[in-house]
Nanobody
């Protein structure tokens, strides 16, 4: 069992930056692929970024490429999402998720564990 706790969300003006953190419990964190997803009101949850178990491979949705960076720290059992040049359309609840396969999937159904989410609001 893995528990995930997100933090770092908040209100920021367009063009600003935020860094989200996802702290994971459990000794098997280093074997899991990790992903970030987001969900805006009235919309389906969508993929944002993912990183494989080793941190050597990453994947991003097209609209965040060049602006967002996913990374992980095995010693701290934490995965990060650095978000730069934020836009109002990035406003959503952001969720961290863990995939036992270790892969960096963009499919929400691939993930076995989810955090509670953290709100990101970007004002224009």
């Amino acid at each position: 069992q893995v528990q995930l706790v997100e933090s770092g969300g908040g209100l920021v003006q367009a063009g600003g930056s935020l860094r989200l953190s996802c702290a994971a419990s459990g000794r098997t964190f280093s074997t899991y692929g990790m992903g970030w997803f987001r969900q805006a009101p009235g919309k389906e949850r969508e993929f944002v970024a993912a990183i494989n178990w080793s941190g050597g491979s990453t994947n991003y949705r097209d609209s965040v490429k060049g602006r967002f960076t996913i990374s992980r720290d095995a010693f701290k059992n934490t995965v990060y999402l650095q978000m730069n040049s934020l836009k109002p359309e990035d406003t959503a609840v952001y969720y961290c998720a863990a995939d036992k396969s270790g892969y960096y999937s963009d499919n929400v159904r691939s993930y076995h564990y989810w955090g509670q989410g953290t709100q990101v609001t970007v004002s224009s």
